[in-house]
């Protein structure tokens, strides 16, 4: 018996102990088997060993993923374009029958099981597979074969033409990759040209006829050493028209893209921009973009080639020559081309050996069998993509991100491995707005918070960067969500989904969130700054001016004292003490700040009557700090009196205060626009009496 490691895998999804059981005692002799319980579970393992399993057994109903999901899933991922599925069910209404075979199934057997049927129908299937994938195969080959052939007749066109001139016939082989690299760059950069993949690759085998004309030139002209004469560059230059002669001469094959290209090549890759050229004298976009490709990669292979009448340049001084115009004119888009690509150049031809042209060979066969829907991808395709799979897989791991794929159809969310172990969660996630762990990680807000910014993005700015705290195992962390909404092709795109990471920013966002209050508040005491409380109050007032608002100007008494007689460490805690006492008299959303050295400002709201919460907030101030008793000078404002400018609120307050200050020190006093008197004034014995009657309702009216 073969061993199992070397024996076809099914994929048995049902959510029935039983039914897999039967299915694998049918099988198992003749095949390895491989078990997933429902639709999740069996993406996991397709995802794993999509490349080794050969058919899947699918039933329809089935918890948390049914077949259809999953189906859907294979098609994403286009799995199902070479593992075959058999759907497995009791189900037999024609609409999920045909619903299945629209989603791609191969065939389908109804429970119970007829151990005969099954064994018949998977050996069928698996063979028919087998079938497809080798001549898949043999198509890729011969297409490879083709291809390989279309490049061993350049290079001996390359060599029968340049033998005359005694040349290593490298020059052909040149200006075909230099064609090629220019015209991809120029298809990027403009669609003005309307090149296509197929076009680029036409012109490219074209380019390989470009000097066939100088089969005719007498080879004491051809391989002078020396300068020619007027007639003898004259005679030159007739190899452009008798190449073009000798194509339109051809008999057949006069309609072939490859034939027409050569031909203006042939014929018009001496022309130059200025109308300079020879032998048509044609200027600008009269001269055929092929022929102007052909025509800059000519001057620069001869520039950097060794010639008998000439030593090689370098790269550098080449492309100097070039873009300064002694080779004549070029198209300036075509000038830009060869600045962008210099570097690809020079690296190409330098290395222009035969794996780099196998390498072009491939990406010609890739493109070959695209054309072919029919057919899938070969196994030595699966292999590649396979391999980058475990690529990504390896670099996510070894980078350490959590990284992630949301699909809205399914609703699912896939994690990297290494991320699913940092957040506690699972691969794979279907529905996950709705899956409880999904929700406690991220919270039902930032869920919609980052929906909305993905929905809100467009195919031309599809990044979106979202930062909000995720509830880890370790708890809560800062972090930033940074995904690229993916769009489909259709015409309206349709939103499909989004791929992005997750950054933890814990540490740096405590830093920031440092650095903020840091420049909002207060450093010693923690109140605003006198800078940011007065933006906040000019928003209130300009938000809400009708409301019924106090400002007071706080001034700690004989704080000098405190400094002077137990020292400025003392008189900081007296400082503290204040601001914590002022915190704590006021609402959450009422204003204090320190304004600088031992003044304060309190901005509020009241619903009530106005004195009676300055005068409850004024009595909670004073007192006792260990040995210093505290005492203030209040300074009071309305903008019933002066109106809703800050400015003039705080001259106000400021003048009121100056007033208590003339007056002793120890009172609040409230500021009368016409005249200037004090309209309440309270002692602190009188204050300590007052508190007793301000109730706890009152705090912060």
């Avoid at 004259?234 to 190899?239: E, G, I, R």
């Avoid at 962390?477 to 795109?493: G, Y």
């Amino acid at each position: 018996m073969d061993r199992i490691a070397d024996r076809q895998k099914i994929l048995i999804v049902d959510d029935s102990e039983m039914n897999r059981s039967i299915l694998a005692d049918m099988l198992g002799d003749e095949y390895e088997i491989l078990e997933a319980e429902n639709g999740r579970e069996g993406l996991a393992v397709l995802q794993k060993h999509s490349t080794e399993i050969s058919l899947v057994l699918l039933d329809i109903v089935m918890p948390e993923m049914d077949g259809f999901g999953v189906l859907t899933m294979m098609n994403k991922y286009h799995w199902i374009d070479e593992i075959p599925v058999i759907m497995i069910s009791a189900e037999r209404g024609s609409a999920h029958i045909e619903r299945a075979f629209e989603l791609g199934i191969t065939d389908f057997i109804s429970r119970p099981f007829d151990a005969l049927i099954v064994h018949r129908r998977v050996v069928n299937t698996i063979l028919l597979y087998a079938k497809q994938k080798k001549l898949v195969s043999l198509v890729a080959e011969q297409i490879y074969e083709k291809e390989h052939r279309s490049s061993l007749m350049i290079d001996i066109l390359s060599h029968i033409v340049e033998f005359r001139n005694g040349e290593s016939g490298l020059h052909v082989r040149h200006v075909h990759t230099l064609t090629e690299i220019l015209l991809r760059v120029l298809s990027q950069k403009t669609d003005r040209y309307h090149l296509s993949p197929t076009d680029i690759s036409v012109i490219s085998t074209a380019s390989a006829l470009h000097d066939i004309g100088k089969i005719a030139i007498p080879e004491e002209v051809l391989n002078k050493p020396g300068r020619l004469t007027n007639e003898e560059f004259a005679v030159m230059k007739t190899h452009s028209m008798v190449g073009a002669e000798m194509l339109e001469g051809l008999p057949i094959h006069q309609d072939e893209p490859l034939v027409k290209a050569a031909y203006q090549i042939c014929r018009w890759h001496h022309e130059r921009w200025d109308g300079r050229g020879y032998p048509d004298g044609l200027k600008g976009d009269e001269i055929p973009i092929s022929a102007q490709i052909v025509a800059l990669a000519d001057v620069y292979d001869a520039l950097t080639s060794q010639r008998v009448y000439k030593p090689a340049f370098t790269h550098e001084k080449a492309i100097e020559m070039i873009l300064n115009g002694e080779c004549g004119t070029f198209n300036p888009l075509v000038l830009d081309c060869l600045r962008e690509c210099a570097g690809e150049v020079q690296e190409e031809l330098s290395n222009d050996n035969v794996w780099r042209q196998n390498q072009r060979e491939l990406q010609n066969v890739a493109r070959e069998l695209h054309k072919h829907e029919e057919l899938t991808a070969s196994e030595r395709t699966l292999e590649l993509l396979e391999h980058e799979r475990m690529k990504y897989s390896f670099f996510a791991a070894m980078t350490e991100e959590i990284q992630f794929e949301f699909t809205v159809q399914p609703p699912m969310v896939t994690l990297s491995a290494w991320g699913a172990e940092k957040l506690g969660l699972p691969e794979i996630t279907m529905d996950p707005v709705h899956s409880e762990q999904s929700v406690r990680l991220l919270g039902e807000d930032n869920w919609r918070g980052l929906a909305d910014a993905l929905h809100a993005t467009t195919p031309g700015h599809p990044v979106v960067t979202y930062d909000c705290t995720l509830n880890f195992p370790g708890g809560p962390r800062w972090t930033r969500i940074v995904a690229r909404a993916t769009w489909s092709s259709d015409e309206p795109p349709r939103y499909t989904g989004a791929i992005g990471k997750l950054i933890d920013i814990h540490d740096s966002r405590m830093q920031m969130d440092d650095l903020k209050r840091r420049a909002t508040h207060d450093a010693m005491t923690g109140l605003l700054n006198h800078a940011t409380a007065k933006q906040r109050i000019r928003e209130r007032l300009e938000e809400r001016p009708e409301g019924k608002y106090v400002l007071a100007i706080v001034d700690l008494d004989h704080f000098k004292q405190a400094n002077d007689t137990y020292g400025h460490m003392f008189g900081d805690q007296v400082l503290i003490h204040l601001a914590g006492k002022l915190r704590e008299s006021i609402r959450d959303g009422d204003i204090a700040a320190r304004v600088g050295g031992d003044e304060f400002l309190i901005f509020l709201e009241c619903k009530m009557e106005i004195e009676p919460a300055i005068q409850r907030i004024y009595s909670a101030l004073i007192g006792q700090y260990k040995d210093f008793t505290i005492s203030v000078s209040m300074g009071v404002a309305t903008p019933q009196m002066v109106g809703t400018n800050y400015d003039a609120l705080f001259q106000a307050a400021d003048q009121a205060l100056y007033t208590v200050k003339r007056a002793g020190r120890g009172h609040f006093h409230f500021y009368d626009g016409s005249t200037g008197k004090t309209l309440s004034a309270i002692s602190p014995i009188d204050g300590e009496q007052e508190a007793g009657r301000a109730s706890d309702e009152q705090k912060g009216e």
